[in-house]
């Protein structure tokens, strides 16, 4: 079974502070990689998703992820954060599989809060 | 916006009460689930439906009882609950035969249990 590790469980910045979020996990196969953002009182959206092909993905609000095989990791990037940014990550994987629903398989997620 | 419906989008209940929770999607998906979230947790897996049939269930009470009506609707009987049970209930849908493995959630509906 998978399992997903986000070793970060609350970073504060300053409004414009680069902010890189980790995330790691264990599973042989081939995988899915996902970053959620949860603001507060919202529900789950998607920021970004890797399926294959170039390992840098640019998602939505300025947020990129690099996925780096040989480390396991999946790690969320932003050059420049702002307040509205202040939020919960979850990190999520996805084994690909046959035959099978698909489940989604979430970290323990990363509380961001921006200064202003 | 989403387009996984979910309702209600708050629901208050007594241990003694039954209701329901419900979902809609009109994206084609194939495969739903629901979805347990506590205040700083990640969502914590359900039930899985696959074609309307109940693929997975993660050894949830059976006070929760969900029901696949048909491939755009899903539900979660709710009887005799208890107030750890009080929770984000998330829906999510996702394609069945497309190897994207991107599920779709909703905006939840927030159970408290008195």
């Known amino acids: 079974a998978q399992s997903v590790s986000q070793h970060n469980h609350h970073v504060i910045l300053s409004e414009a502070a680069s902010l890189e979020l980790g995330c790691n996990y264990s599973?042989?196969?081939?995988?899915?990689l996902f970053w959620y953002v949860q603001y507060p009182g919202q529900h789950l959206q998607l920021l970004l998703k890797?399926?294959?092909?170039?390992?840098l993905v640019k998602g939505i609000k300025g947020f990129e992820a690099e996925f780096i095989k040989s480390k396991f990791s999946f790690n969320l990037r932003k050059p420049s954060v702002q307040w509205s940014d202040t939020a919960e990550y979850f990190c999520a994987v996805n084994a690909r599989s046959s035959g099978s629903a698909r489940q989604l398989t979430f970290g323990s997620g990363t509380q961001l809060t921006v200064l202003p | 916006d989403t387009e996984v419906t979910q309702t209600p989008k708050h629901l208050v209940m007594g241990m003694t009460n039954k209701k329901s929770l419900k979902c809609e999607q009109h994206?084609?998906?194939?495969?739903m689930y629901w979805y347990k979230q506590k205040a700083k947790k990640p969502p914590e897996l359900m039930f899985v439906?696959?074609?309307?049939?109940?693929?997975i269930n993660e050894s949830v009470p059976s006070r929760f009882s969900p029901e696949c009506p048909n491939s755009s609707l899903l539900n979660l009987h709710l009887h005799a609950l208890q107030p750890e049970d009080s929770a984000l209930y998330l829906c999510a849908s996702s394609f069945r035969d497309r190897d994207t493995g991107e599920l779709f959630f909703g905006e939840g509906s927030r159970l408290t249990v008195l």
């Open positions: 439906y696959s074609y309307e049939k109940l693929s």
């Open positions: 599973y042989g196969g081939t995988v899915n």
């Open positions: 994206m084609g998906h194939r495969a």
């Open positions: 890797y399926f294959s092909g170039d390992p």
